[in-house]
C-alpha cells in the first residue's frame, strides 16, 4: 500500500494509524501540556485526515464524551474521523 509522508494512505486517502515515536510523541505532548494548563480530567483526540482536534473534559463531563467517543465508528467512517482517549488526568 502506497503513503506518503503525511500520514495519508494514498490509495484509499484515509489517515492510516499514527505508527510513528514523532507522531505518537507529538499528540502525547499536546495533550499533557492541554491537561496541565487547564486541570482537566481526561483529553480526547479527534483526527481528520487534514485536522486534529484536542478536546479537554471535565470530571463530570468524562463518561458523556466517552460515550459520543465509542459511537463514532458506527456514525463516521474511520478514513474520515478518529477518536479516542489521549490521556486521563
Known amino acids: 500500500m502506497s503513503k506518503n509522508g503525511c500520514g495519508v494512505n494514498t490509495k484509499t ?3 492510516r494509524k499514527p505508527v510513528s515515536v514523532l507522531e505518537i510523541s507529538f499528540i502525547q505532548r ?3 501540556r492541554m491537561r496541565v ?3 482537566a480530567a ?3 483526540s479527534f483526527r481528520t485526515p487534514h ?3 484536542l478536546l479537554a473534559a471535565q470530571e463530570r463531563h468524562l463518561r458523556a464524551v466517552r460515550g459520543m467517543v465509542q459511537k463514532l465508528d458506527a ?3 474511520r478514513k474520515q474521523l478518529v477518536g479516542h ?3 486521563t488526568g
Open 13 to 15: 486517502g484515509g489517515w
Open 30 to 32: 499536546l495533550a499533557e
Open 37 to 39: 494548563e487547564t486541570g
Open 42 to 44: 481526561g483529553i480526547f
Open 51 to 53: 485536522v486534529l482536534f
Open 75 to 77: 456514525r463516521w467512517p
Open 85 to 87: 482517549e489521549t490521556m
